[in-house]
């Protein structure tokens, strides 16, 4: 099994930045990814990394402000947030697959952290 564990998050003011992190322990997972569920929504995509790294898919919500990245060595995944929106308020989720194609399905994903909560106040 895979074991997820999230660290980073917070409560930041709008146009702040944080860094999550996510340390994966057990079986090796390929693709790694990030997703967040807000209050009364769903839970929604928002980059993912293949095991290289030369493959990074964001959603358009992110795209500009966040960056997905790992560290193979230290079996770590992380996702540098700037320019911090309100509406980026969230729990935000570490996944993995087992297998080398990225996706922006939640369902796709086989193993899950606890997640993390972000906090952006105006």
């Known amino acids: 099994q895979v074991q997820l564990v999230e660290s980073g998050g917070g409560l930041v003011q709008a146009g702040g930045s944080l860094r999550l992190s996510c340390a994966a322990s057990?079986?090796?997972?390929?693709?790694m990814g990030w997703f967040r569920q807000a209050p009364g929504k769903e839970r929604e995509f928002v980059a993912a990394?293949?095991?290289?790294?030369?493959?990074?898919n964001y959603a358009d919500s992110v795209k500009g402000r966040f960056t997905i990245s790992r560290d193979n060595a230290k079996n770590t995944v992380y996702l540098q947030m700037n320019g911090l929106k309100v509406e980026d308020t969230a729990v935000y989720y570490c996944?993995?697959?087992?297998?080398?194609?990225?996706?922006?399905?939640?369902?796709?994903?086989?193993?899950w952290g606890q997640g993390t909560q972000v906090t952006v106040s105006s």
């Open positions: 996944a993995a697959k087992r297998d080398m194609r990225t996706s922006v399905s939640a369902g796709e994903y086989d193993y």
């Open positions: 057990g079986r090796t997972c390929y693709t």
């Open positions: 990394i293949s095991w290289a790294g030369g493959i990074r």
